[in-house]
């Protein structure tokens, strides 16, 4: 009798021992499953900081190149008060008009062509 509680004393932690290895097999698993998402949720992470990234140093151009050519047609607006200051005639007059009219068109281009830049760089 008392090797039959001995053995069935030894079969209950076999079969314990068996459970709990079982246990901490799926415990490791669902971790490594757990990590690999976190590698992955970290990855997607990095790339849109980097994105981010880009984005903003193109911004910081595009605001840079807006600035420098407000500069330039701030220039030329002033050569042409200068100009229409210093004319006289009709003839003057009407060439100025048309340089008004070229200044005006060269700064709406050159905005276009900035907000398509920008659009092609950063919205692929």
Do not use: P
């Not at 068996?18 to 992470?45: D, P």
């Amino acid at each position: 009798m008392v090797n039959l509680i001995k053995s069935g004393a030894v079969v209950a932690a076999l079969l314990f021992a068996y459970w709990l290895g079982l246990t901490n097999g799926k415990n490791s698993e669902e971790l490594k499953n757990a990590r690999s998402q976190i590698a992955t949720l970290q990855s997607v992470v990095q790339e849109f900081k980097a994105k981010q990234k880009s984005d903003a140093i193109a911004l910081a151009q595009l605001r840079i190149d807006e600035s420098a050519r407000r500069t330039e047609l701030d220039r030329m607006r002033n050569q042409l008060s200068a100009i229409e200051r210093m004319s006289g005639a009709n003839a003057n007059r009407e060439l100025n008009r048309c340089l008004r009219g070229r200044i005006e068109t060269q700064e709406l281009a050159e905005r276009l062509a900035r907000s398509v830049k920008f659009c092609a760089e950063n919205h692929r």
